[in-house]
C-alpha cells in the first residue's frame, strides 16, 4: 500500500511539494482544482509502475529550480524514489486510469489507432496470456529498438553527410593536411572579396647588391715606378727641416724645373751622383705624386665597402622587404628572406683586415708592388662568399615577389562559390574521419544485422500467443458489456479479437449503437463521431474496470483513478461511486483525484461508513510562486456556496490568516453582489454586473425596497471602483495585472464586511 507521497520536486507545479504529514489509508481522496496537478501526480505513479522515467521528465517544472525528484512511501516504510531520470525500483501493483491510460489504449482525440488497440490487450489478457503476450512485447520491443537504433544512428550521422548518401560518405578518404588547405582556402575567399585593396598592398623587392672591384684593387697595389729612390722622402724631409723654411720645399719643386740633371742651375756645380739630387727627382716625380695620391685613398676605400654600414643597409632591405611580405601572410603563405649578417660581417671583417694590411703596405712603399696572388684569391673568395649570402636572401624575397604576383593573378579567376564548396568537402573528409563518426557507422553495420535475428524471435513468440488471445477476449467482451449495461450507455462492443496486421498484436473490435455496427474508423457514423465525450470516457473507464475486477491479483492492487467523473452525467456519477466502492472492497488500496469537491464528498461518506479511519482526505493547494503543495482540506468547507466562501475568504484575510491577495480582491465585489440579492431576493436584477446593480439602487424611487440601501451608494461605488479593476469583466486585459497593496486591500476587504454585517456605512466623524 502507498502509504505516504513524502515529496516531489521540480515536476510541473509540483515544484516543492511536501506530503509527508498527509497518511494515505485503504481509501484516499484527493481534492484540487483542475490545474493544480492531479493528472501530474497521477502520471508520478503510472512512471512508478511502468518505469517509464519520460513521463516525469516530460513534466519538468518550466522555471523550476530543482530536478525531477519523487520519494514514495509503501508499506512498512519502504522508500522507493526518483532520482535522476530512474526509479530505485518499480511498482508493477500501481493500476492508474488517467488521460494517459485512455490516449495509450482506448482513443486519442476520438480516434481509435492500431496502437491504441495494441496497448489494450494489456488489460484483457489472462496471466498465461500476459506471458505469451510479454514475450512477443519482448521480441517486438527488440525489434523496434534494433530499428529505432539503425534510424538513431542513421539520423546522428544525418548532420554529418548533408549533400551526399551515407554509402559515399563512408567511402571519403582521410586528408592529412585538410586543415591547412581549409585555411588556405579560407584566405582566398577573403582575398577574392577585397581584390580592389590587396592591388594596392606593398610587394617586396630585392635589395641592391654591395660592390666592391677586386680587380681595380690589386692593379693599384701592383703597381710601381723604378725611377724612384726608396729613401727619398726621408732624404728630402730631413734638408727641407735643416732648411728651417716652410716655403723650403715648393722652392725645390720649381727649382727642379732648372734641373738638366747635370749641372745645378744656382751653382753650376756637378749634380751626377749626388745622393740628395737624386732623391729630389724622387720626391718631385709627378707620377710618384698620383701614385701616393692613389694609395692615400685606398684604405678609404675599403673601410667604405667591406665596413660593418654595408651589412647594416642590407640587412635593413632584407626588413624592409620582410614587413611587405609579412602583409601578404593572412592571404597567402610566404616565407620570410632569410640575411645571415653575423656571418656576413665576419666575412666583411675578415677581408677588411685582409686588404687593410695590403694598403698598409702599399703606403709605406708607394713604388713598390704589394700583394700576391694567394692574397688576390683570398679576397675574392671571401667577397664572393659574401656576395653569396646577400644574393640566397634576395632569391628569397624574388621568389616571395613572384608567390604574391602570382596569388594576385589568379585573384582575377577565382570562383568563391566553388572555393566554399571545396572547404565543405573537406570539411565532410574529416568529420568522416572523427572517432565519433568512425564508432557510429561501425555500430551501424552490428546494429543491421541483430535486427534480422530479431525478427525470427519476434515470429516465433507471435504464434504462441495468437492461440491464447481468443478466449481471453470474449470473457474480456462480456464483462465490459455488462458495465456499460450498468452505466446506461446506449451503447455496447462487439467481435472483440485480436490479430497481427501491424508489427505487434493488437485487439480488434466494434461498436454496437442502436442495434447499428459501427466501425472505429472510416464512416461516417464513426467512433469520432457516434459517441459522445462523456460516452467515450465511460467507455474506457469501463475497459479499465473490467480489467482492474477481472484481474487476479486485485488484492495486491493499488488502484489509482484520476478525474472519474470527467464529462460524466449524473446517472454515471452515481455508477461511478458504486464501481469505486467495489474496487474498494477488494483491492489493497484505492486513490481517487478529482476536482468535483461534491464528488469527493459523496465519496468519503459512502466510502468511510465501514471505517472512517480507512479513508483519508486532502488536497493539492496553490502555493507560493504559483505552484502546488498537499494540504489539508475540510471538505464540508470546500463545498460550501460561493457567497460563504467569499465571506470566508475576507473574514480569513482581515483577521491575520495567510491568504493569497488575488483572490481576496477578486471575492470582494461577488460578496457584496450576493450579499444585496440575499438582502433583496428576487429585487435586484440578476443580470446585471455590480457597478449596474449600484446604479439600479441608486436610481430606485420609494417605495421600492431597495431603496433602504440607497444610504450605501457611495460606499458601494467605492468598493466597486477599487475591486472592479481585478476582474476582467471591468478591466479586460490587465485584471491579472494590478498589483495588490496588502494594507489597501485589507482596508477595503474590512469596509466591504461591514456592510454585510451591519448593513450601513459608519459615520466617520
Given at each position: 500500500?502507498?502509504?505516504?507521497?513524502?515529496?516531489?520536486q521540480?515536476?510541473?507545479?509540483?515544484?516543492?511539494?511536501?506530503?509527508?504529514?498527509?497518511?494515505?489509508?485503504?481509501?484516499?481522496?484527493?481534492?484540487?482544482?483542475?490545474g493544480?496537478g492531479?493528472?501530474?501526480?497521477?502520471?508520478?505513479?503510472?512512471?512508478?509502475?511502468?518505469?517509464?522515467?519520460?513521463?516525469?521528465?516530460?513534466?519538468?517544472t518550466?522555471?523550476?529550480?530543482?530536478?525531477?525528484?519523487?520519494?514514495?512511501?509503501?508499506?512498512?516504510?519502504?522508500?522507493?524514489?526518483?532520482?535522476?531520470?530512474?526509479?530505485?525500483?518499480?511498482?508493477?501493483?500501481?493500476?492508474?486510469?488517467?488521460s494517459?491510460?485512455?490516449?495509450?489504449?482506448?482513443?486519442s482525440?476520438?480516434?481509435?489507432?492500431?496502437?491504441?488497440?495494441?496497448?489494450?490487450?494489456?488489460?484483457?489478457?489472462?496471466?498465461?496470456?500476459?506471458?505469451?503476450?510479454k514475450?512477443?512485447?519482448?521480441?517486438t520491443?527488440?525489434?523496434?529498438?534494433?530499428?529505432?537504433?539503425?534510424?538513431?544512428?542513421?539520423?546522428?550521422?544525418?548532420?554529418?553527410?548533408?549533400?551526399?548518401?551515407?554509402?559515399?560518405?563512408?567511402?571519403?578518404?582521410?586528408?592529412?593536411?585538410?586543415?591547412?588547405?581549409?585555411?588556405?582556402?579560407?584566405?582566398?575567399?577573403?582575398a577574392?572579396?577585397?581584390?580592389?585593396?590587396?592591388?594596392?598592398?606593398?610587394?617586396?623587392?630585392?635589395?641592391?647588391?654591395?660592390?666592391l672591384?677586386?680587380?681595380?684593387?690589386?692593379?693599384?697595389?701592383?703597381?710601381?715606378?723604378?725611377?724612384?729612390?726608396?729613401?727619398?722622402?726621408?732624404?728630402?724631409?730631413?734638408?727641407?727641416?735643416?732648411l728651417?723654411?716652410?716655403?723650403?720645399?715648393?722652392?725645390?719643386?720649381q727649382?727642379?724645373?732648372?734641373?738638366?740633371?747635370?749641372?745645378?742651375?744656382?751653382?753650376?756645380?756637378?749634380?751626377?751622383?749626388?745622393?740628395?739630387?737624386?732623391a729630389?727627382?724622387?720626391?718631385?716625380?709627378?707620377?710618384?705624386?698620383?701614385?701616393?695620391?692613389?694609395?692615400?685613398?685606398?684604405?678609404?676605400?675599403?673601410?667604405?665597402?667591406?665596413?660593418?654600414?654595408?651589412?647594416?643597409t642590407?640587412?635593413?632591405?632584407?626588413?624592409?622587404?620582410?614587413?611587405?611580405?609579412?602583409?601578404?601572410?593572412?592571404?597567402?603563405?610566404?616565407?620570410?628572406?632569410?640575411?645571415?649578417?653575423?656571418?656576413?660581417?665576419s666575412?666583411?671583417?675578415?677581408?677588411?683586415s685582409?686588404?687593410?694590411?695590403?694598403?698598409?703596405?702599399?703606403?709605406?712603399?708607394?713604388?713598390?708592388?704589394?700583394?700576391?696572388?694567394?692574397d688576390?684569391?683570398?679576397?675574392e673568395n671571401?667577397?664572393?662568399?659574401?656576395?653569396?649570402?646577400?644574393?640566397?636572401?634576395?632569391?628569397?624575397?624574388?621568389a616571395?615577389?613572384?608567390?604574391?604576383?602570382?596569388?594576385?593573378?589568379k585573384?582575377?579567376?577565382?570562383?568563391?562559390?566553388?572555393?566554399?564548396?571545396?572547404?565543405?568537402?573537406?570539411?565532410?573528409?574529416?568529420?568522416r574521419?572523427?572517432?565519433?563518426?568512425?564508432?557510429?557507422?561501425?555500430?551501424?553495420?552490428?546494429?543491421?544485422?541483430?535486427?534480422?535475428?530479431?525478427?525470427?524471435?519476434?515470429?516465433?513468440?507471435?504464434?504462441?500467443?495468437?492461440?491464447?488471445?481468443?478466449a481471453?477476449?470474449?470473457?474480456?467482451?462480456?464483462?465490459?458489456?455488462?458495465?456499460?449495461?450498468?452505466?446506461?450507455?446506449?451503447?455496447?462492443?462487439?467481435?472483440?479479437?485480436?490479430?497481427?496486421?501491424?508489427?505487434?498484436?493488437?485487439?480488434?473490435y466494434?461498436?454496437?449503437?442502436?442495434?447499428?455496427?459501427?466501425?472505429?474508423?472510416?464512416g461516417p457514423?464513426?467512433?469520432?463521431?457516434?459517441?459522445?465525450?462523456?460516452?467515450?470516457?465511460?467507455?474506457?473507464?469501463?475497459f479499465?474496470?473490467?480489467?482492474?475486477l477481472?484481474?487476479?491479483?486485485?488484492?495486491?492492487?493499488?488502484?489509482?483513478?484520476?478525474?472519474?467523473?470527467?464529462?460524466?452525467?449524473?446517472?454515471?456519477?452515481?455508477?461511478?461511486?458504486?464501481?469505486?466502492?467495489?474496487?474498494?472492497?477488494?483491492?489493497?488500496?484505492?486513490?481517487?483525484?478529482?476536482?468535483?469537491?461534491?464528488?469527493?464528498r459523496?465519496?468519503?461518506?459512502?466510502?468511510?461508513?465501514?471505517?472512517?479511519?480507512?479513508v483519508?482526505?486532502?488536497?493539492?493547494?496553490?502555493?507560493?510562486?504559483?505552484?502546488?503543495?498537499?494540504?489539508?482540506?475540510?471538505?464540508?468547507?470546500?463545498?460550501?456556496?460561493?457567497?460563504?466562501?467569499?465571506?470566508?475568504?475576507?473574514?480569513?484575510?482581515?483577521?491575520?490568516k495567510?491568504?493569497?491577495?488575488?483572490?481576496?480582491?477578486k471575492?470582494?465585489?461577488?460578496l457584496?453582489?450576493?450579499?444585496?440579492?440575499?438582502?433583496?431576493?428576487?429585487?435586484?436584477?440578476?443580470?446585471?454586473?455590480?457597478?449596474?446593480?449600484?446604479?439600479?439602487?441608486?436610481?430606485a424611487?420609494?417605495?421600492?425596497?431597495?431603496?433602504?440601501?440607497?444610504?450605501?451608494?457611495?460606499?458601494?461605488?467605492?468598493?466597486?471602483d477599487y475591486?472592479?479593476?481585478?476582474h476582467?469583466?471591468?478591466?479586460?486585459?490587465?485584471?491579472?495585472t494590478?498589483?495588490?497593496?496588502?494594507?489597501?486591500?485589507?482596508?477595503?476587504?474590512?469596509?466591504?464586511?461591514?456592510?454585510?454585517?451591519?448593513?450601513?456605512?459608519?459615520?466617520?466623524?
Amino acid at each position: 500500500m502507498l502509504e505516504r507521497i513524502e515529496q516531489i520536486q521540480g515536476v510541473g507545479l509540483l515544484h516543492d511539494a511536501n506530503g509527508k504529514p498527509y497518511k494515505l489509508h485503504k481509501a484516499a481522496l484527493l481534492y484540487a482544482e483542475n490545474g493544480r496537478g492531479k493528472s501530474t501526480l497521477a502520471s508520478i505513479l503510472r512512471s512508478a509502475a511502468t518505469g517509464n522515467g519520460t513521463l516525469i521528465q516530460g513534466r519538468a517544472t518550466v522555471d523550476g529550480t530543482h530536478q525531477p525528484n519523487v520519494l514514495l512511501q509503501f508499506g512498512s516504510g519502504h522508500k522507493v524514489s526518483f532520482s535522476a531520470g530512474v526509479w530505485s525500483e518499480l511498482r508493477s501493483d500501481l493500476l492508474v486510469f488517467d488521460s494517459d491510460f485512455i490516449e495509450n489504449n482506448v482513443h486519442s482525440g476520438g480516434s481509435v489507432s492500431t496502437d491504441h488497440r495494441k496497448n489494450l490487450l494489456e488489460f484483457a489478457l489472462g496471466e498465461d496470456a500476459v506471458a505469451a503476450r510479454k514475450d512477443v512485447d519482448k521480441a517486438t520491443l527488440a525489434v523496434q529498438v534494433a530499428s529505432n537504433q539503425v534510424k538513431a544512428l542513421t539520423s546522428q550521422l544525418s548532420g554529418h553527410h548533408q549533400g551526399v548518401t551515407i554509402g559515399a560518405f563512408e567511402k571519403l578518404a582521410f586528408i592529412s593536411d585538410a586543415d591547412e588547405q581549409i585555411e588556405e582556402l579560407q584566405k582566398r575567399i577573403v582575398a577574392a572579396n577585397s581584390i580592389e585593396a590587396i592591388a594596392g598592398k606593398p610587394v617586396p623587392t630585392p635589395v641592391p647588391e654591395p660592390t666592391l672591384n677586386i680587380d681595380a684593387l690589386f692593379t693599384l697595389l701592383g703597381t710601381s715606378l723604378d725611377d724612384v729612390q726608396e729613401d727619398a722622402e726621408t732624404i728630402v724631409r730631413s734638408h727641407v727641416v735643416a732648411l728651417g723654411s716652410a716655403s723650403a720645399e715648393s722652392w725645390l719643386s720649381q727649382g727642379q724645373g732648372f734641373d738638366g740633371g747635370v749641372t745645378c742651375p744656382y751653382c753650376a756645380q756637378g749634380t751626377v751622383g749626388n745622393e740628395i739630387i737624386r732623391a729630389y727627382r724622387t720626391h718631385f716625380n709627378a707620377a710618384y705624386a698620383e701614385l701616393k695620391k692613389k694609395v692615400a685613398q685606398i684604405e678609404q676605400g675599403i673601410a667604405v665597402r667591406t665596413g660593418a654600414a654595408v651589412v647594416e643597409t642590407f640587412a635593413q632591405g632584407t626588413s624592409k622587404a620582410n614587413i611587405a611580405a609579412a602583409g601578404w601572410d593572412d592571404l597567402v603563405k610566404i616565407d620570410s628572406a632569410l640575411f645571415d649578417r653575423e656571418t656576413a660581417a665576419s666575412i666583411l671583417l675578415e677581408l677588411q683586415s685582409l686588404l687593410k694590411g695590403l694598403a698598409a703596405q702599399k703606403q709605406a712603399s708607394p713604388a713598390d708592388p704589394v700583394g700576391s696572388e694567394q692574397d688576390r684569391f683570398l679576397a675574392e673568395n671571401l667577397w664572393l662568399s659574401f656576395l653569396q649570402l646577400t644574393r640566397v636572401a634576395n632569391g628569397q624575397i624574388m621568389a616571395a615577389s613572384a608567390t604574391i604576383e602570382a596569388f594576385r593573378a589568379k585573384l582575377a579567376t577565382e570562383n568563391v562559390q566553388k572555393l566554399h564548396a571545396q572547404i565543405e568537402n573537406l570539411q565532410m573528409a574529416k568529420r568522416r574521419h572523427t572517432p565519433e563518426v568512425f564508432a557510429i557507422l561501425t555500430e551501424l553495420a552490428l546494429v543491421k544485422t541483430k535486427t534480422g535475428d530479431e525478427e525470427k524471435r519476434k515470429k516465433d513468440a507471435r504464434d504462441k500467443l495468437d492461440a491464447l488471445m481468443k478466449a481471453t477476449l470474449r470473457q474480456y467482451e462480456r464483462s465490459i458489456n455488462a458495465l456499460l449495461k450498468k452505466f446506461g450507455a446506449s451503447f455496447s462492443i462487439e467481435k472483440m479479437d485480436a490479430n497481427f496486421r501491424g508489427s505487434a498484436p493488437r485487439s480488434e473490435y466494434g461498436l454496437l449503437l442502436r442495434g447499428k455496427s459501427i466501425p472505429l474508423e472510416g464512416g461516417p457514423p464513426s467512433f469520432a463521431t457516434a459517441l459522445s465525450e462523456g460516452d467515450k470516457r465511460t467507455l474506457a473507464f469501463a475497459f479499465f474496470v473490467a480489467s482492474t475486477l477481472g484481474d487476479l491479483n486485485i488484492s495486491q492492487r493499488v488502484v489509482v483513478i484520476d478525474d472519474p467523473m470527467c464529462s460524466l452525467d449524473i446517472n454515471r456519477k452515481q455508477q461511478t461511486k458504486t464501481v469505486v466502492k467495489d474496487i474498494y472492497t477488494k483491492a489493497k488500496q484505492i486513490i481517487v483525484l478529482a476536482h468535483d469537491a461534491y464528488f469527493i464528498r459523496d465519496l468519503y461518506y459512502a466510502l468511510s461508513q465501514r471505517d472512517p479511519s480507512q479513508v483519508s482526505v486532502f488536497q493539492l493547494q496553490y502555493t507560493h510562486g504559483g505552484y502546488s503543495d498537499f494540504a489539508k482540506i475540510d471538505i464540508n468547507v470546500e463545498c460550501e456556496s460561493a457567497y460563504y466562501k467569499h465571506h470566508r475568504l475576507l473574514m480569513d484575510f482581515v483577521s491575520g490568516k495567510c491568504c493569497d491577495h488575488g483572490p481576496v480582491a477578486k471575492a470582494i465585489r461577488p460578496l457584496l453582489e450576493g450579499y444585496l440579492h440575499r438582502r433583496f431576493p428576487g429585487l435586484v436584477p440578476k443580470d446585471q454586473m455590480f457597478g449596474q446593480v449600484v446604479s439600479f439602487i441608486r436610481d430606485a424611487k420609494a417605495p421600492h425596497p431597495v431603496t433602504f440601501a440607497q444610504n450605501l451608494i457611495d460606499e458601494l461605488q467605492e468598493l466597486n471602483d477599487y475591486a472592479g479593476q481585478f476582474h476582467h469583466d471591468t478591466n479586460p486585459g490587465n485584471a491579472d495585472t494590478v498589483q495588490i497593496v496588502p494594507a489597501e486591500l485589507r482596508a477595503f476587504s474590512e469596509r466591504a464586511l461591514n456592510i454585510v454585517h451591519r448593513g450601513n456605512v459608519p459615520n466617520c466623524n
